[in-house]
């Protein structure tokens, strides 16, 4: 009977997020989409009596994110007050929303379920600072310099760090890895406790081969764990754990250090040493090539870098 109250467009939401289910996406992931679409198909109704998704326009969103940048935050669906409502909505907000809108109506182009895709031409607002600038060579160094490596706790951490820039996992999905999860052989890892439930292969190099080995070697000498990262004392470690040593180096060396960012490296670095976007999703575990696409922010100094290794004049043979 609830089914039957719904507009196309609801329907049409309803079962793209049967289709989110369906791909084991997180929770959180799928809540999102649906507050984005919700709100969007609410909007639409109100200013455009739009009920049909196929009568979408590129107009219409633009008009929405217009009408976000203005009307600012308001309560919506909660017992009280947002103490913030009306305040901006910031650039990386919108942006967000923006993502949400892109991956379900290119879901339902894939779908033929409309016959015109109206985010083809859409982009995302300018003045995003989202990711922080792409840490240096000599910043990483310092950062890898500063964990004591005589003790069990900072190799400990010093090895996931590695791990980390190394694959570009994330540190849920680090701290999860169980000894048999590893190949050495192959140079890769199955991570099994991801985000959205599904397993993925990620591939390190033979420099991070040495260490796991290392690692290895050395974890088995003090206790014997499934574990590749417990604690000291045997349990399993905690993210806040990592996060709190990752704050206090970066304290030391002036830098904003967390995990994420620490990800969000590998990815920059992959991309600008020749990696293309397709491969980085699937390394990442993305559900969209719509995310991964943030890493594709460079600083000033990495687009000059990379200008310096393919700039067509110095690897002309010229006489």
Known sequence: MYLLKLSNFELSIEDFLLFCLSKN????TIRSYEQTLKLFAQYLKQEFQIEKVEDVSKSHIRFYIKNLQERGKYSVNTPYARKDQGKSISVNTINNYVRNIKVFFNWMSDEDEISKNPVEKIRLLKGSERLKPLLTNQEINQILSAFDKTRFNGYRNYIITLLILDTGCRINE???IEVNDIDLR????ALKNTK???ERLVFFSPKMKQELKRWLQYKDRYLTHDL???TNRGTKMLITTYEHALRKIGNRHNIELFPHRLRACFAQYYLLNGGDLATLQ???GHSSLEVTKVYLQL???SVGRQYQRFSPLSNFDLE
């Open 282 to 284: 699937r390394i990442l």
């Open 228 to 230: 590749l990262f417990p």
């Open 186 to 189: 192959s140079k890769a890892i």
């Open 174 to 176: 680090c701290l999860n």
């Open 196 to 198: 959205n439930k599904k």
């Open 25 to 28: 996406l997180s929770k959180k």
């Open 299 to 301: 600083d000033d100094e």
